[in-house]
């Protein structure tokens, strides 16, 4: 109470000095007005009606009023007289000093705690304070408000439905070509125990589709362990890349430690690290699927083949205590359980089998999806027309085949040419006609080259064949000739072959030499002999030499052949007709070629394609056989 004592002075020097009851009323009232805020006396007044006795002339209601508004309500309950004024007055003094007392220790105490916040924690002061200052300025701006404004305004704007999504397959009968690819599939993913999958083949040929499709069909079957939560999380593995430091990892998911930015605040501030799963973990119990998996980088790969047996992803970090008391629940979980990682993977690539990891492709039972035919690839134009709700003149899906194999870049033509027909025809969207004009115009621009289609009518032709070739999943006829001269002088004849061609290749065509001689008698030193593939077209291999025997055969006999087989197969120095690789592709390549028939070794009569309609396929042993077909 020393505190108080030189504001009690104050005030009895003061009250001594005012020399009546009323002048010692004003006196107070002053001193109240000074204590209390406006806000406080008002409200005071008001609560306890009080206005027309803090205005009235009578002192003794003035004094009531002061005891009243002073003592918060706790004063007197009557308006005093004469005889009890002095002490009512009294009362009012003690009320003030106690009042002024309780505001001066407030003050101090006030000073003591700010000044030990100062002291001790003046960041967190200054981050509370700035706090503040925002919270009552609020986030925005004017530059933020605009920049919202902006964003509102474009969300009001939607553009149609993206013309691809519109075109997808979304249904396994919209999926041109691929019926026995979609039995295999469904087979080991709609099962109680699903495999893990490589899809190989051709682009844009449905793969991802016919994969994300199998899942939902998965999903209405009651003996699958997908459920309605079952998620197809799709990833392009050529965007997914190794970090040595291990910092981030969208695929397996990595550690986010302290030091580093991407830890949340909180976590940084008391130095504990943050497990961050990966893809294999957001695809638990559903399926992952990696497009051109291939292309994944070989130490994720690697990587990826431990989570597949484990079923769940480990993390580490040097920075993790597990007696940290601070640490979340959920990220001692995660360090010490793992993250549940259980999931079919999917994967497709349009690689050659023996390019995959053969780790990762031994995990995994091989779904082959097959190149479209001109005929699958012109119903996948109608089943796009229809969708577009367009009408297509006759030729234009004949038109759109000779250009592509895949059935996306088909629906791109189409959909290039359904613009095209709306900016320079006079149509609704309603009725769009798309023209053979309005696609040769797309595929002008485009600079698209056509697939050349063999003449139905070609006969035969003396040293001129059709040889097959592939490449990666996609089959080709090559054209191939051969010119013959009789040497200068006997004996001193030369072979030339493309410097195009391998060293195989180069190979077949002295093995063709032999057999010719074995057959004709004829001996090939008498004559110069070109041997051309037309367009440059590399030959790399010996399935040609069967069909580079023939056309050396047919020039040397000047006896024209067939030109509506095409034939693949190395040739022996026997004459035997040995096996070769890609006869599934080759074949689909003659299809694309309008060729009739092919001819291919005997040994691989397993691997021609089954229930062919528009081509035929023959086996042979011997070059006789072939002969005996082509002359």
Not at 76 to 91: A, F, L, R
Not at 431 to 460: C, H, Q
Not at 487 to 494: V, Y
Request: charged fraction near 30%; aromatic fraction near 6%.
């Amino acid at each position: 109470m020393k505190s108080q004592q030189p504001e009690n002075g104050i005030l009895d020097k003061v009250l001594e000095e005012s020399s009546s009851i009323e002048s010692q009323i004003n006196v107070l009232f002053d001193v109240a007005k000074n204590i209390l805020d406006d806000g406080a006396m008002r409200a005071r007044t008001v609560r306890y009606k009080l206005q027309r006795h803090v205005k009235s002339n009578d002192i003794y209601k003035r004094a009531y009023a002061l005891n009243k508004i002073i003592t918060d309500g706790k004063g007197i309950d009557t308006i005093p007289n004469e005889s009890n004024i002095e002490k009512v007055m009294s009362d009012i003094e003690l009320a003030i000093a106690d009042e002024i007392a309780r505001k001066f220790v407030q003050n101090k105490i006030e000073q003591q705690v700010e000044q030990d916040l100062i002291t001790r924690q003046d960041k967190y002061v200054d981050e509370i304070r700035l706090g503040i200052i925002r919270k009552q300025k609020g986030p925005e701006n004017a530059r933020t408000l605009k920049k919202y404004s902006n964003f509102k305004k474009l969300d009001k704007k939607e553009l149609t439905k993206n013309i691809q999504s519109l075109l997808r397959p979304e249904s396994f009968n919209e999926i041109i070509g691929q019926e026995r690819a979609i039995k295999s599939l469904l087979s080991k993913i709609a099962s109680p125990y699903p495999q893990h999958i490589i899809l190989y083949g051709p682009p844009g040929v449905g793969k991802t589709t016919a994969a994300r499709l199998a899942l939902e069909e998965a999903k209405k079957l009651k003996f699958t362990p997908y459920d309605n939560e079952s998620k197809f999380v799709e990833v392009d593995g050529t965007t997914l890349r190794w970090d040595p430091r291990e910092i981030t990892n969208p695929l397996l998911g990595s550690v986010h430690d302290p030091i580093y930015q991407g830890s949340k605040r909180d976590l940084a501030d008391i130095g504990v690290p943050e497990p961050k799963p990966g893809l294999v973990t957001e695809a638990h119990g559903g399926i992952l699927f990696i497009d051109e998996i291939g292309e994944l980088d070989s130490i994720l790969q690697n990587k990826l083949l431990k989570v597949l047996e484990d079923k769940r992803v480990e993390f580490s970090s040097s920075y993790y205590d597990p007696e940290d008391e601070s640490t979340p629940k959920y990220i001692k979980y995660l360090f010490e359980n793992g993250a549940p990682a259980d999931f079919v993977l999917i994967g497709a690539t349009t690689k050659e089998p023996g390019e995959i990891n053969p780790a990762l492709r031994s995990r995994c039972v091989e779904v082959y999806f097959e190149p479209l035919s001109a005929k699958d690839i012109e119903s996948i134009v109608v089943n796009g027309a229809k969708k577009l709700n367009a009408t297509i003149e006759e030729g234009v899906s004949e038109l759109i085949s000779r250009y592509t194999i895949e059935g996306r870049k088909a629906i791109n033509i189409l959909s290039d040419a359904y613009g095209y027909a709306l900016h320079n025809g006079d149509y609704d969207i309603e009725n769009v006609v798309i023209s053979k004009r309005d696609v040769e115009e797309v595929l002008s621009i485009g600079r698209f080259t056509p697939y050349e289609i063999l003449d139905k009518n070609n006969g035969k032709e003396v040293g001129h064949v059709y040889g097959l070739g592939v490449s990666g999943f996609i089959g080709s006829t090559i054209e191939i000739e051969a010119t013959v001269f009789p040497a200068k002088k006997d004996g001193a004849g030369t072979v030339r072959f493309n410097e195009t061609a391998g060293s195989m290749a180069k190979d077949s065509v002295f093995n063709a030499a032999s057999v010719i001689r074995k057959i004709t008698d004829i001996d090939i030193k008498d004559f110069d002999i070109h041997v051309n593939a037309i367009g440059g077209g590399k030959i790399d291999g010996p399935s040609a030499g069967a069909a580079i025997t023939i056309c050396i055969m047919s020039a040397l006999l000047n006896k024209p052949i067939r030109q509506d087989v095409a034939i693949t197969g190395e040739i022996s120095l026997r004459g035997k007709v040995k096996p070769v690789g890609g006869i599934f592709e080759k074949v689909y390549g003659a299809r694309r070629k309008g060729i009739n028939l092919v001819i291919a070794p005997k040994d691989n009569d397993h691997d021609v394609p089954q229930n062919l309609k528009d081509i035929e396929v023959k086996t042979v042993e011997t070059i006789e056989e072939i002969m005996e077909i082509m002359f």
